[in-house]
């Protein structure tokens, strides 16, 4: 697995591109638009979405979707609701049988599937792969330690991954449950609006530790109805994502609920409606497959009234901290 192409520019898809660089592989950076690929070929950075981190020159960057044909790792670093027409970019390009690695997270809103579920469905002449865990796009661009969790459906594809990938600074550990490592990226993006919010408001750090815990209790609920091992949610793809996103201004998610718990409108809080954060998009469609799943998620529910139903913050956190009192460890 020596032929590695990054689909997608992003901060997150050139971090990546950076990082299997350093880990030694043949490296394509595959931007969906050829103008935004010839800016960053010629200032040899990201400057859109990465400014600062130069790319190494061997890393190539282009806009011709041609250079998957030689691939032997594609990862996917499209927003999640480009997963779909992603795919079938990549349908006629790939070889059968080439793992694709999912660096995206979130649910797909027209048909409650998490993005997985639609490479899986989209592409099915793939392997399909996952990467998530705490990983800030701009200190895996800098070459800081940064420590992710790869699944796969099969361990020994999950550990050639990681060989592939792995670095001094970069430190994947192998995993075979693509459910609960996706499912993690997912739901943390929610609660930690909800960290947000809570301190934006003022409740301090107390409040945000309940949540984090609670909403760590409401992500291992809906693995368990899915099937995830519930293992996994107190890895790295479960709090420590979860603990990154919650606690860092450097996430567009936890800035978005501080915003909001600061008095700003949604559309205030987003630059006119510009939603940058992937749990505003995530939380309607994730309550829709709890309830689906016939799972409860009353911290992700209040995100999602305040973000999308017009509910007052007060009034919904009054709600929230009025429900009745319940064993912690209660049955799934």
Same mark, same amino acid.
């Given at each position: 697995?020596?032929?590695?192409?990054?689909? /997608?520019?992003?901060?997150?898809?050139?971090?990546?591109?950076?990082?299997?660089?350093?880990?030694?592989?043949?490296?394509a950076?595959?931007?969906?638009?050829?103008?935004?690929?010839?800016?960053?070929?010629?200032? *040899?950075?990201?400057?859109a979405?990465l400014?600062g981190?130069r790319?190494?020159?061997?890393?190539?960057v282009t806009?011709?979707?041609?250079?998957?044909a030689?691939?032997?790792?594609?990862i !996917?670093?499209?927003?999640? @609701?480009?997963?779909?027409?992603?795919?079938?970019?990549?349908?006629p390009?790939?070889?059968?049988? %080439?793992?694709?690695?999912l660096?995206?997270k979130?649910?797909?809103?027209?048909?409650?599937?998490?993005a *997985?579920?639609?490479?899986?469905?989209?592409?099915?002449?793939?392997?399909?792969?996952? !990467?998530?865990g705490?990983?800030?796009?701009?200190?895996?661009g800098?070459?800081l330690?940064?420590?992710? %969790?790869?699944?796969?459906g099969?361990?020994a594809?999950?550990?050639?991954?990681?060989?592939a990938l792995?670095s001094?600074?970069?430190?994947?550990?192998a995993?075979?449950?693509?459910? /609960?490592?996706?499912?993690? /990226?997912?739901v943390?993006?929610? $609660?930690? $609006?909800?960290?947000g919010?809570?301190?934006?408001r003022?409740?301090?750090?107390?409040?945000?530790?309940?949540?984090?815990t609670r909403?760590l209790?409401?992500m291992?609920?809906?693995?368990h109805?899915?099937?995830? =091992?519930a293992?996994?949610?107190i890895?790295?793809?479960? $709090?420590g994502?979860l603990a990154l996103?919650?606690?860092?201004?450097?996430s567009?998610?936890?800035?978005? *609920?501080?915003?909001?718990?600061?008095?700003?409108?949604?559309?205030?809080?987003?630059? *006119?409606?510009k939603?940058?954060?992937?749990?505003?998009? %995530?939380?309607?469609?994730? !309550?829709?497959?709890?309830?689906?799943e016939?799972?409860?998620?009353p911290?992700?529910?209040?995100?999602d009234? #305040?973000l999308?139903?017009?509910a007052? #913050? =007060?009034?919904?956190?009054?709600?929230?901290?009025a429900?009745?009192?319940?064993?912690? @460890?209660?049955a799934?």
């Open positions: 697995m020596q032929r590695v192409v990054v689909y /997608g520019a992003g901060a997150f898809g050139t971090a990546l591109a950076i990082a299997a660089r350093r880990a030694g592989r043949e490296v950076l595959l931007a969906r638009d050829a103008a935004a690929a010839a800016a960053i070929a010629q200032a *040899g950075e990201n400057r979405y400014p981190i790319i190494d020159k061997a890393i190539r806009g011709d979707a041609a250079v998957l030689a691939a032997e790792i594609v !996917l670093a499209t927003p999640a @609701q480009s997963v779909r027409a992603a795919a079938a970019a990549l349908a390009r790939i070889q059968p049988r %080439t793992p694709v690695v660096a995206t979130g649910i797909e809103q027209a048909t409650g599937l998490l *997985g579920e639609v490479l899986a469905e989209s592409l099915p002449q793939a392997r399909v792969a996952m !990467l998530s705490p990983s800030f796009a701009h200190e895996i800098q070459g330690p940064t420590a992710v %969790t790869v699944a796969a099969a361990e594809l999950a550990l050639a991954l990681v060989q792995g001094v600074s970069f430190r994947p550990y995993s075979t449950d693509l459910i /609960g490592v996706e499912l993690g /990226g997912v943390k993006n929610v $609660i930690a $609006i909800a960290c919010i809570a301190l934006g003022g409740f301090g750090e107390n409040a945000r530790a309940a949540l984090m909403g209790a409401e291992a609920r809906l693995g109805a899915l099937g995830a =091992d293992r996994t949610f890895g790295l793809a479960g $709090i994502d996103t919650a606690t860092s201004t450097a567009r998610n936890y800035s978005l *609920g501080l915003a909001l718990g600061r008095g700003k409108s949604f559309s205030e809080a987003t630059g *006119g409606g939603v940058l954060a992937e749990g505003a998009f %995530t939380a309607p469609a994730l !309550l829709a497959r709890a309830k689906r016939g799972v409860e998620m911290i992700a529910a209040a995100v009234a #305040v999308h139903r017009g007052a #913050v =007060d009034a919904t956190i009054k709600e929230l901290l429900r009745p009192f319940r064993a912690e @460890q209660a799934y």
